[in-house]
């Protein structure tokens, strides 16, 4: 079996995590203490320190926080995929996480734009989420712009 490199080995903590996206459920760890999610996984919520945490099913939506096109990589398998969007994203719950923004052309990428997690080999990837599908704004539509004099 060759290497992968683009997935960590799994251990009896993280097997929950690729487990369920192997399945296509993503799963951010959230703690009970201060009621805040976080990623990447760990044992203890690195924003109060408690070990009452525990893992929940995420909703899958983000936004494009910020990204980078990829154009070589001569790891497996990422040199098969070259050139690849390579971004961050914020989760609906609130953490960022690092992924790969997939079926969109790196042109149509705008910061704030809504994705939707998929996976890929057991991996969430994020896609954008189609313009019908897409729920208003939480805190409703953007301010305008006030005109350049």
């Known amino acids: 079996m060759s290497a992968r490199f683009d997935v960590p080995e799994t251990d009896a903590f993280t097997r929950p995590y690729w487990d369920a996206a192997a399945a296509g459920r993503l799963l951010l760890r959230h703690c009970d203490a201060c009621g805040r999610p976080h990623h990447y996984p760990r ?33 497996p398998p990422f040199g ?48 954008p989420r189609p313009a019908a599908a897409a729920p208003a704004h939480p805190h409703g539509p953007p301010a305008p712009r006030a005109p350049r004099v």
């Open 43 to 75: 044992e203890f919520c690195p924003h109060c320190w408690s070990e009452d945490v525990r893992w929940r099913p995420a909703s899958g939506r983000a936004t494009l926080y910020t990204w980078s096109v990829v154009h070589r990589n001569d790891l």
């Open 80 to 127: 098969g995929r070259v050139p690849y969007v390579a971004a961050v994203v914020d989760l609906a719950e609130g953490p960022r996480m690092m992924t790969e923004v997939v079926e969109c052309a790196p042109a149509a990428l705008r910061i704030g734009m809504e994705l939707r997690v998929t996976f890929r080999d057991g991996t969430p990837v994020f896609r």
